[in-house]
Each structure stands twice: as structure tokens, then as C-alpha cells.
């Protein structure tokens, strides 16, 4: 201890440092001196930065090497791991916190008996006498075992927290092999049974009898159970994928100039073609306002991911539609782009309507609730928004979509940029002209 911030050991007392070379000094001192433990807090990434110049990582590696058990908390970047890794090897336990802008001390207790409190005044200094305002140092059992607690608290927060990290990444982990292990066995599964329809078209045509027609019938049944089946595993294993992904921070967009009329017309050919011969009381229509070749329905999008939304969209107005029209309605209001997807359902149940695009929310006994999830997040990721509402007619729901329309292309940037990134890059750099 510095010569003039000792303390009496057999006098209980606190004192406050007012010069920041005499904490700087003091600091050190409890480190250099300490005999049996150091509990040491960083508040911030830049506050290790700093104090690694001073030396103070040197000297706690010197004081491990002596036996002195040490235990820090610390928030974590590139630098601070390459740092903390060091740490480890020298026997010195380091886990992670996270810190907010609130904090503004640092937290140093020696041996269980002295504990130093620093203010950190200006955090953006990159000197630690600069850095810092006033100190206090004291051995007063009163003020040393309640910052005890507070570091034990914050070391048991941490622990839980790393393990519930840890166990999220075996959880995506498990999720994507899973899903890809999954969707492998699928697709030659699904290529045999429609390569295996076809050949028994082919066989029976040879003849014609009563009996063989039924025959038929009966394999052409059950080959179509097994294939619709195969396909809501392999729509699952994607869906499954693609959470994964958005919840990782993978999921990725691919932008460009896509014609919107094109793109719907194509969505439902594709739904028709699904639902084929399960819903003979169904049709559907478009109404297109937003003009032709692409003068009034060009947007910049994902192409394969807005059809995915629209498609999961439509589908959904399938599932609750036993008869009647559903409608797709495209229009343009101001700078925005507005697809609306109307049913003929029961409508949107009370039930889950405030948690409707939420994972697993479904009102289907044989949805997963993932699809109105992953809409919504190909949606955002757009910068667009997505609601629906019951129709005020009281039968059936609208599911309604607004997409920016002035977002513009660059090659640079723009493709492949996390969902998390891209509205705040679109609006900074693709909006307007």
C-alpha cells in the first residue's frame, strides 16, 4: 500500500482518493500485495484497454503464478479474448458480463478484507488517470462483505448465463442436423414415390379390367398419402432450417429487381398445383393494380424469400377455406407496395390473434406455427410490416403486407446482409433516389 493511502489493519476505516495517479497507484499495490484472493470487476471493454497499459493484467498473472486465486468479471471483444485466453492459461477464472451504459465503477476486493471503488468519469479516454474521477478505498468489514455479495451474485449470474448459451448453441446445433439429416432421406423418397405413380399409371394401362382399376386406385391412394406426408416433413425440416437461420443471425438476403405481378402468379400456380383435388369448392383470383411490365410493379427484394411469405400466406387462407374465393389484391400507397391475401374462413381466433406471428402459434391441427413466424421475418427483413384482420363482413380474415417500393439495388452492400443489419443500412443508404 502506497505510503499515504495506508490504512491502520487494526482500525476499521474508508477513505476517498481524489488524485487519479494515487488510485493508479493504490490499485496496483492491492494486486501486488494481495496473499490468498482478488475479485476483480471490469465495467467496461475500454476500461481494460486502459488498464492493460497500466500494467494490471501483468500483475495479476504475477499474483496467480503466487497462489493468489483470482476471479474477474468482464465484458468481451476480440481484443479482451485474446487477453482473457492468456488469462486462463495462467490459471486465472475470467467470465463474461455484459454491461450497460449505467455502469460507471470499478470493483477491486483484496483477500476478502480491502475493497477499492473506482468512478469511471469518462470512459471514451483512452488513459486511465484520465479516464477515472474519484476512489475510495476501505477495510471496514461493513463495506467489504456487501461488494463480496455483489460479486458473488454477479459470478452466479454469469455462470448461468454462459451455461444457458452453452445450451442454446447445442440446441442449433441439434436443429440443424436434425433438419438437414431430416430433409436428406426426403427428397429421394419423394422423387421415388412420383417416379413410382407414374410407373403404375403406365403398368395398368395395359389392362383395363374392373378389378385391375381398383387395384390401381388403392396403390394410387396410398402413394399419395405417403407423398403428401413425405412433403409436410420435408416443409417442416425447411421451416425448421430457416428459423434456425433467423435465430443464428445466418439468414441472409439475395436483392433484386423482381416484377411483383410475375412473382404473384407464379405463387399461385404453385398453390394450385398443391391443393389439386383437396379443395374442388376453392378458387382464387388476383387483382392487380399496380400496372404492367414492370413500369408500376418493380420491386427490389429477395425473390425466393418474398415468394416464400406470400406462398406461406396463401397457403395458410387454404387450410381455413373449405369453399369460396380467396383473393390476392396488389396496390401501391405512396412509397409502399400493399399485397393483401383475403379468405373465406372461421377467421382469426381470439385465442392467438395477439400472438399470431409468433413461433408456434396455430390455429391448425396440423400447423406447426412456424409459418406466419417466418413470414413475418422475411417481411421486417424487407422493411416492411405485416398484420391481419378479421374481415368486417364476419367471415373470414385479411392478412395484409406493406413493402417499401423505393428501395433501390447497388451491387455493393446490399446482397447478403443480415436481417438484423439491413433496415438500418437500407434506410441509410437505398431509400429514395
Excluded at 231 to 249: F, H, Y
Excluded at 402 to 418: A, E, F, M, R, T
Aim: with cysteine.
Amino acid at each position: 500500500m502506497s505510503k499515504d493511502f495506508a490504512i491502520n489493519p487494526e482500525t476499521d476505516g474508508i477513505q476517498v482518493i481524489t488524485q487519479p495517479s494515487s488510485t493508479k497507484q493504490v490499485y496496483l499495490n492491492l494486486i501486488r500485495t494481495a496473499n490468498i484472493e482478488i475479485l476483480l470487476v471490469f465495467p467496461t471493454i475500454n476500461a481494460i484497454r486502459r488498464e492493460e497499459k497500466i500494467g494490471v493484467l501483468d500483475e495479476l498473472i504475477r499474483a496467480a503464478k503466487r497462489g493468489v486465486n483470482i476471479r474477474m468479471l468482464s465484458p468481451e471483444d476480440d481484443f479482451i479474448k485474446i487477453q482473457t485466453s492468456i488469462l486462463k492459461e495462467n490459471n486465472i477464472m475470467v467470465q463474461k458480463i455484459e454491461t450497460s451504459a449505467e455502469t460507471k465503477f470499478k470493483l477491486l476486493v483484496a483477500d476478502k478484507r480491502l475493497v477499492l471503488v473506482v468512478e469511471t468519469q469518462d470512459d471514451t479516454r483512452s488513459e486511465f488517470t484520465e479516464a477515472i474521477g474519484l476512489a475510495t478505498i476501505s477495510n471496514s468489514k461493513a463495506s467489504v462483505q456487501p461488494y463480496v455479495s455483489i460479486f458473488e451474485s454477479f459470478w452466479r449470474e454469469a455462470q448461468l448465463y454462459e451455461k444457458a448459451r452453452d445450451a442454446e448453441r447445442v440446441k442449433d446445433e441439434f436443429i440443424n442436423i436434425a433438419a438437414h439429416e431430416l430433409r436428406n432421406p426426403l427428397m429421394p423418397i419423394i422423387a421415388s414415390i412420383e417416379n413410382l405413380k407414374d410407373d403404375i399409371g403406365e403398368i395398368f394401362m395395359i389392362d383395363r379390367g374392373q378389378k385391375m382399376k381398383e387395384i390401381r386406385e388403392s396403390l394410387d391412394s396410398s402413394l399419395s398419402i405417403i407423398l403428401r406426408n413425405s412433403m409436410r416433413l420435408l416443409q417442416l425440416s425447411e421451416d425448421i432450417l430457416q428459423v434456425s437461420k433467423i435465430e443464428s443471425g445466418t439468414f441472409k438476403m439475395n436483392m433484386e429487381s423482381v416484377d411483383m405481378n410475375s412473382l404473384i402468379d407464379q405463387v399461385l400456380s404453385d398453390i394450385k398445383k398443391k391443393y389439386t383435388g383437396q379443395k374442388p369448392e376453392v378458387r382464387y383470383s388476383f387483382e392487380s393494380q399496380l400496372g404492367k411490365n414492370n413500369s408500376g410493379s418493380g420491386l427490389v427484394c429477395d425473390r425466393s424469400k418474398l415468394t416464400q411469405a406470400l406462398f406461406n400466406l396463401l397457403d395458410n387462407a387454404s387450410k381455413f377455406t373449405s369453399s369460396g374465393e380467396i383473393e390476392i389484391i396488389a396496390s401501391r400507397r405512396n412509397d409502399e407496395i400493399l399485397l393483401e391475401v383475403k379468405d373465406c374462413g372461421p377467421g382469426i381466433d381470439p385465442m392467438i390473434k395477439k400472438r399470431l406471428f409468433e413461433k408456434f402459434a396455430s390455429g391448425s391441427e396440423k400447423g406447426t406455427g412456424l409459418g406466419l413466424y417466418i413470414t413475418r421475418k422475411i417481411i421486417e427483413a424487407h422493411g416492411g410490416r405485416i398484420w391481419a384482420l378479421n374481415n368486417m363482413s364476419g367471415k373470414g380474415a385479411t392478412f395484409s403486407i406493406s413493402l417499401p417500393s423505393n428501395l433501390h439495388h447497388k451491387d455493393s452492400g446490399l446482397d447478403n446482409i443480415p436481417p438484423e443489419n439491413l433496415g438500418m443500412k437500407k434506410s441509410m443508404q437505398f431509400y429514395g433516389s
